[in-house]
């Protein structure tokens, strides 16, 4: 029978243990890439409106099969009735992927229906990044313009119930990774400052009008920046 001295044993203990495959971590995130992403469109618009940006994420190594755009009716309540059907087409790609976690890109109005999901449904655990580009989060002034006739619109007014209770206590309820993208030059915004979030990460994109921040190749960097930290 051949022996082997305790040095040779040690060598080839560590052969063994570099080539095995890492376990799988209980409960741990997926590696940002395999992460889904869920891309909500805002005010009468629809999943088309991100083509550029899922052709951008694609493109820098994303796989196609892990990014997917949910489409809704702008015209319905944001908490009431918007909130628990983007919660059910969350569970929908948690279940078709297999993952634990998704992240979340939205535009304008979307950004109210999945903070709130975040903030009093189950995204608490199940969201790993929130983007918002050119968000109501405060409240835009141009919804008074619409508001009489279109519920969306009065849930994007300063002061009303859907951006006063996101607002109320933290704006950004751990443990979510947020990030805001807003624009100076945003023509639906106002005031413009209205996007950024506290305890969020607050970027400043170039002077871009409010639809130009879907299809800017630096806000396209800057999501995926945000999308690829831990």
Not at 37 to 51: L, M, S, T
Not at 170 to 191: G, K
Not at 204 to 230: F, G, I, Q, W, Y
Request: aromatic fraction near 8%; include cysteine; glycine fraction near 6%.
């Amino acid at each position: 029978m051949r022996r082997f001295t305790v040095p040779v044993l040690s060598a080839l203990l560590s052969v063994v243990v570099a080539s095995a495959p890492a376990a799988a971590v209980p409960g741990r995130a997926p590696a940002g890439s395999d992460r889904p992403v869920i891309f909500v469109h805002g005010r009468n618009a629809g999943p088309g409106v991100w083509d550029s940006m899922i052709s951008r994420l694609t493109a820098a190594g994303r796989p196609a099969d892990r990014l997917f755009a949910w489409d809704y009716d702008t015209a319905q309540s944001a908490n009431e009735t918007l909130a628990p059907r983007f919660q059910a087409y969350v569970d929908e790609v948690l279940r078709k992927t297999g993952a634990s976690q998704v992240d979340i890109v939205a535009h304008s109005l979307g950004s109210l229906t999945t903070r709130w999901y975040v903030k009093f449904g189950a995204g608490a655990t199940t969201v790993h990044h929130w983007v918002s580009l050119a968000g109501p989060n405060h409240g835009t002034q141009l919804a008074w313009l619409c508001a009489p006739y279109d519920q969306g619109c009065r849930d994007m007014t300063p002061g009303s119930y859907v951006v006063s209770r996101l607002d109320e206590g933290t704006e950004t309820p751990a443990p979510v990774r947020y990030t805001t993208v807003w624009s100076p030059c945003d023509e639906q915004i106002a005031p413009v400052s209205s996007t950024a979030l506290s305890g969020a990460r607050n970027i400043e994109a170039p002077c871009l009008k409010h639809n130009e921040l879907l299809t800017d190749e630096t806000v396209a960097a800057e999501v995926r920046s945000a999308l690829d930290s831990d």
